[in-house]
């Protein structure tokens, strides 16, 4: 939906809601963006404010700003993670082609930690509004919507059964419904087989209602999904292989000098498994079955770095990292989720954009028979600024 679409009462909600979060730095600052947050929560003010603060705090804590410029993402992704901007559709709006099916996410998974595969999903979205910047400023007409079209291709039960790519996925899916919202124009997944259906039940209850009333799945049958994409987009931007004209400067109907078609990762990318063993400056904690732990930090110089690393010695553990104002409000920064501390040191760091309580936790919940040794050292360095 665009502002120019709105009825008189939703104009009405759209000024109320504009005036709320007039105090937000937001990274865009248009009226079509801003619009965005109120329809992925159905014209609710109080919940849409609420979706766009913590946003715009997630934004702040994890540097997604300048993310593109300032973040080199590891080789692996760059060249197997199998997606790219290849055009756009006849909205102007950024064309994506991923070859999900032919994703080596299991080598993916193994050649970058699960932060950066997760941080790229979040680069890739930024190049995505860029780009949607750049297309407005050359048709002189707003672009707020992307358009993907999703290959199953060769999609492999091996791959979807992976459960560490189960997991960063509803991750990522999450991050991308939560700070990414009505992004989406059309998304068109080609050449589904039947146990596409079996993914595709897992991942809907992730995905918002709006989002899955612009999804359509076609399976084999090339005449039909190619005449439904020669619909919404031009023939000269889509790849022959796709039903449209483009090739690239090598006359591949794919078109993959342009953009990663993904295959199989090499071995030489994946990470050294090297059990991780603790260091002289870390604390060990032992965190009882079925319970919680949780580390208080009191902030009081906004934009200092919580910084952190930690393992455990015998299974995984829960983690997740969040702040609480002072009216007692909790912001998540980091979601709780289960990480493979025991194959790899856990590593990361989040801006405190606020000067209030920040809280580690470590979940062990989940475990109802086993507790867990934790080593961990979490610290607070102040701004740069303040050394001098």
Not at 56 to 72: F, H, P, S, T
Not at 151 to 170: C, H, I, N, T, W
Not at 176 to 204: C, D, G, H, Q, W
Not at 344 to 361: A, D, F, S
């Amino acid at each position: 939906m665009l502002v120019s679409q709105m009825s008189e009462a939703q104009k009405e909600t759209f000024d109320q809601f504009k005036d709320k979060v007039k105090d937000c730095k937001l990274i865009d600052p248009s009226d079509d963006y801003i619009l965005k947050w109120l329809v992925a929560r159905n014209f609710d003010l109080d919940q849409a404010e609420k979706m766009l603060r913590r946003s715009v705090e997630w934004r702040k804590a994890n540097r997604i700003d300048g993310i593109v410029e300032q973040w080199e993402p590891p080789m692996a992704l760059v060249k197997y993670y199998p997606m790219g901007i290849i055009g756009a559709d006849k909205f102007f709006c950024p064309l994506w082609v991923v070859s999900f099916g032919k994703g080596d996410w299991r080598g993916i998974l193994q050649s970058v930690s699960k932060r950066d595969y997760l941080r790229y999903i979040s680069y890739m979205a930024e190049k995505s509004f860029a780009q949607m910047r750049k297309n407005s400023l050359q048709t002189e007409n707003p672009v707020t919507y992307q358009t993907f079209i999703i290959d199953m291709e060769g999609l492999s039960m091996r791959q979807m059964a992976y459960k560490p790519f189960r997991d960063v996925g509803f991750e990522g899916i999450q991050i991308s419904e939560a700070n990414y919202p009505e992004s989406l124009r059309r998304v068109f997944i080609v050449n589904a087989p039947k146990v596409f259906t079996f993914v595709f039940n897992m991942v809907k209850p992730f995905l918002h209602p709006v989002t899955l009333d612009k999804i359509s799945v076609f399976g084999f049958d090339k005449s039909e999904w190619s005449a439904a994409l020669l619909k919404e987009i031009d023939a000269d931007q889509l790849p022959v292989h796709y039903g449209g004209t483009m090739t690239d400067s090598k006359g591949d109907p794919k078109c993959s000098s342009l953009i990663s078609l993904g295959g199989e990762v090499p071995q030489s990318y994946y990470m050294e498994a090297i059990k991780p063993t603790p260091n002289k400056n870390m604390t060990s904690l032992s965190i009882p079955s079925g319970s919680k732990k949780k580390l208080e930090f009191k902030v009081i110089q906004s934009n200092s770095i919580l910084k952190w690393e930690f393992m455990t010695e015998d299974g995984d553990i829960g983690f997740g990292v969040h702040y609480v104002e002072r009216n007692g409000d909790k912001f998540d920064l980091v979601n709780n989720e289960r990480v493979e501390s025991h194959l790899m040191m856990e590593e990361g760091e989040l801006l405190c954009t606020r000067p209030v309580l920040y809280v580690v936790e470590f979940d062990n919940s989940f475990s109802y028979l086993r507790s867990k040794k934790l080593w961990y050292r979490i610290v607070v360095d102040l701004p740069i600024s303040n050394y001098h």
